[in-house]
């Protein structure tokens, strides 16, 4: 119990040096808010489907030209546990497609 009570203020503190140390969130632009709205319905439908096997880390980290997602995605979507349908897959094609535009492809 002694060893308990020792240990409470300094995972006190280290929680205040945390909470110091992290930057703090800028606030959105218009114009972000405004992307974010439009293209939600893309970005839900791919965190929901690619995720479930994938982390986001790795699909973001991933530089392919758009044949090779288009590709990729294809294949993804026919195997049977993915459960994409033809319209998920398009809204998908569709976020990778912004993806591409903000990621070079690789060599």
Known sequence: MR???AAVPALLAAIVLLFLTVPPV?????EERQFMKQHEQELTT???KCTGCHSAQRILATKMSKAEWEKLLGVMASKPHANIS????????????FMQSTISPRP
């Not at 033809?86 to 497609?97: D, N, V």
Request: glycine share 0%; proline share 0%; aromatic share 14%.
């Open 26 to 30: 800028h606030a959105q632009t218009k």
């Open 46 to 48: 791919f965190l929901e």
């Open 3 to 5: 060893k308990f009570e």
């Open 86 to 97: 033809a319209e998920e897959l398009r809204r998908i094609q569709k976020w990778s497609e």
